[in-house]
């Protein structure tokens, strides 16, 4: 069982959680708790289902109950804990909408940082990569080379398929501090550089060997 860090309820057990730790600026295991929580929050049906609507464009609670087939009860108490934990964002000129950014947020935390210490290829790792973001790519075609490789080998599983929506999703992820480099041209080098093979818009990274 995994305790709360902070407020010492167990996320495993399907227990809700009330907190909203910055993943932004959380360390590594405020990171790795952070998704504990979601996934305990997420564990509950009505709250799932609830997700799936707004993500789907359903942008009242009215129609998000009438989308996942939820009694007006049930959605109310889903969006209430999905707004509590940041799932869930309103009061925009769209309604209920998913906080996307708090996903990619995540997953840029659960990143291994690039190694500090011991060798060349250690230091142009952290000259060019901070924080699981992309800085700017080398010009010189061997670093460069490095840093695409860094990029596929902590993005995508060996022998995995994704389709182009995701790849495009978890390549801007690494573009947004980025000097001029947009996930479009990573995409293109990935792929010439045969670190993902591409047919009929799904990529998929190749098996090591």
Request: net charge negative; aromatic share 4%.
């Amino acid at each position: 069982m995994t305790p709360d860090t902070e407020t010492g309820t167990d996320t495993e057990t399907g227990t809700d959680t009330e907190t909203g730790t910055d993943t932004e600026t959380g360390t590594d295991t405020d990171s790795a708790e952070r998704a504990r929580q979601l996934i305990g929050l997420l564990a509950e049906e009505s709250r799932m289902r609830a997700l799936a609507a707004v993500a789907l464009g359903a942008d009242s609670p009215e129609r998000v109950a009438e989308a996942a087939g939820l009694s007006a009860k049930d959605t109310a108490l889903a969006l209430l804990r999905l707004r509590e934990q940041g799932v869930v964002v309103d009061g925009t000129p769209d309604g209920l909408t998913v906080s996307y950014d708090l996903f990619r947020g995540l997953l840029r935390r659960g990143r291994p940082a690039p190694p500090t210490g011991g060798g060349p290829e250690a230091a142009v790792l952290a000259t060019f990569v901070r924080d699981g973001r992309l800085l700017r790519l080398p010009a010189q075609w061997t670093r460069k080379k490095l840093v695409l490789r860094h990029i596929a080998e902590q993005t995508f599983e060996p022998g995995a398929e994704y389709p182009e929506r995701v790849v495009n999703e978890r390549l801007r992820a690494w573009c947004e501090d980025s000097d001029g480099v947009d996930h479009v041209t990573l995409r293109r080098y990935l792929v010439d550089l045969h670190h993902l093979h591409r047919s009929e818009g799904v990529y998929r990274r190749p098996e090591a060997g």
